[in-house]
């Protein structure tokens, strides 16, 4: 079996007014590198590629030759062709094309997530059975606490209570735009709302010197987290993040800023975190995103990956490590998850129950496709 054809679009959120900030940067309310995968034999499957940047260069990618190397391989051989793809990082082609590591990377994550649904839907096996079954079912927060223009502590307040009555039992808030006191503040409306009986993640987005991070986690017990996610600068994150955690018994995750799952490894070398959070639309694919799931659990690591939640959920179905996946159910912060699948796995209670379809177990919703997408192959 062949791949015979491939269809590349960029997908786009409207532009917001009152845009969602983190510690130090907006993130776009959709923004995702969709390759549709087609064979001689019929069967298709499609893989996503996310980034907080423009994606035009790596769309353009396929147009400049990227999809000559992608058609008429072995569609059953994901290894063989991800293997391929991120070889070109260091092959005199991606200088002549003036390709860039993170270009070729984000789109042969895509690509790889499309490869692995086509061979699940050949086997007619979902993927979390393929990558172990080790469960059907993974614990799934929401994203929240987004700075936003006017948005006060009521404002928070609203949402948190909006997430709440749609049944999460997991929350992770967004910190470090403010000083301390005001970002405490903050986080103790949002333990206010959610109750002491959930779990409350928190997120820096690489925001704070070491400093300020230590001056931090003596504060933070306060409202008890679950974990503190990227809470240092990303220049050194990975010993800072060592230091870091010799001052407190907050767990600490990483990983889905990092370029490459050699980089992931690289956290868990330095003993640096406890959660590890690549992101396989990303960097890797499934390919390499199975590969961290095991070293991490051969190195008591749990493993929560970055954002789209039902891709993700495969991976931390099938691993003993897997912890919980990432969702984002307001459809003002990503209208894509609410719109761009048929019929997608139920989020029920904080679970998301996996279906029994094969491959990645989702139709894309044409509609939606034609609504937030531009076709570049």
């Avoid at 079912?137 to 009521?154: E, F, I, N, Q, S």
């Avoid at 959920?313 to 459809?331: C, N, Y």
Wanted: glycine content about 8%; hydrophobic content about 40%.
């Amino acid at each position: 079996m062949k791949i015979s054809e491939i269809e590349v679009y960029i997908l786009g959120g409207p532009t917001e007014e009152r845009p969602h900030w983190v510690s130090h940067f907006p993130v776009p309310a959709a923004n995702e590198l969709l390759v549709v995968l087609r064979t001689d034999s019929g069967l298709s499957g499609f893989g996503l590629g996310s980034s907080n940047g423009p994606l035009e260069k790596t769309a353009r990618l396929f147009v400049d030759g990227l999809q000559d190397i992608v058609v008429g391989s072995d569609a059953l051989s994901p290894e063989r062709l991800y293997e391929k793809l991120f070889s070109v990082t260091w092959q005199k082609i991606a200088a002549e094309k003036g390709w860039s590591k993170s270009e070729l990377v984000l789109a042969s994550a895509a690509v790889d997530i499309a490869m692995w649904d086509i061979l699940g839907k050949h086997a007619g096996l979902p993927l979390y059975r393929l990558f172990g079954g080790h469960r059907d079912a993974v614990p799934c927060y929401v994203t929240c606490g987004y700075y936003r223009d006017g948005k006060d502590l009521d404002a928070l307040r609203e949402e948190m209570q909006m997430l709440k009555s749609q049944g999460h039992r997991a929350f992770k808030a967004k910190i470090g735009a403010l000083d301390l006191a005001q970002d405490m503040q903050r986080l103790r409306v949002i333990r206010d709302v959610i109750g002491d009986d959930a779990e409350l993640m928190i997120d820096v987005n690489c925001g704070w010197d070491l400093t300020t991070a230590l001056a931090a986690v003596k504060r933070l017990p306060e409202v008890n987290p679950r974990w503190l996610e990227e809470p240092l600068h990303w220049y050194d994150d990975r010993r800072l993040l060592k230091l870091l955690a010799q001052k407190t018994d907050i767990p600490l995750s990483a990983g889905e800023s990092e370029l490459s799952a050699q980089g992931c490894r690289a956290l868990l070398e330095e003993q640096a975190i406890q959660i590890l959070q690549f992101d396989c639309t990303r960097m890797g694919g499934f390919t390499m995103g199975r590969k961290l799931a095991a070293l991490a659990e051969l190195n008591h690591v749990e493993v929560a990956p970055h954002h789209d939640c039902f891709l993700h959920a495969h991976l931390v179905a099938g691993s003993p490590a897997g912890l919980i996946v990432e969702s984002f159910t307001d459809p003002e912060r990503d209208p894509l998850q609410a719109e761009l699948f048929e019929d997608p796995p139920e989020i029920r209670d904080g679970t998301l129950y996996l279906k029994n379809a094969p491959g990645l177990g989702l139709t894309l919703r044409p509609d939606t496709v034609e609504k937030y997408g531009r076709r570049i192959v």
